[in-house]
């Protein structure tokens, strides 16, 4: 599977943004979703998850109740909405694919290519 993360730019804190990954050359309900992200000089971290059907998600503590991952199997997009961002939600956000679901573990196989998003105080 390929996957094409966007939807990232530049927003003041308490804004809003929503990030879509779209999937090609494989069969997207095969795969659970999860969105990490990586600031500068620190390590790449899980944001949220999403089971196969979307029934499960799962949410880092950090971005619980502010962000909602969700997904349409029929358009293979996996989306994040972000709201009430901080600036400590900057960072470049990835998408990856597993048909193993890996909940908040690092460990899918399948990387997106990033998308920057920018949280100004």
């Known amino acids: 599977v390929q996957l094409q993360a966007s939807g990232g730019g530049l927003v003041q804190a308490g804004g809003s943004l929503r990030l879509s990954c779209a999937a090609s050359?494989?069969?997207?309900?095969?795969?659970?979703m999860g969105w990490f992200r990586q600031a500068p000089g620190k390590e790449r971290e899980s944001v949220a998850a999403?089971?196969?059907?979307?029934?499960?998600?799962d949410y880092a503590d950090s971005v619980k109740g502010r962000f909602t991952i969700g997904r349409d199997n029929p358009k293979e997009t996996v989306y994040l909405q972000m709201n009430s961002l901080k600036p400590e939600d900057t960072g470049v956000y990835y998408c990856a694919a597993d048909t193993v679901n890996r909940g908040l573990s690092l460990r899918y196989d399948y990387w997106g290519q990033g998308t920057q998003v920018t949280v100004s105080s």
């Open positions: 050359k494989g069969t997207f309900s095969s795969y659970a």
């Open positions: 999403v089971s196969r059907s979307g029934a499960s998600t």
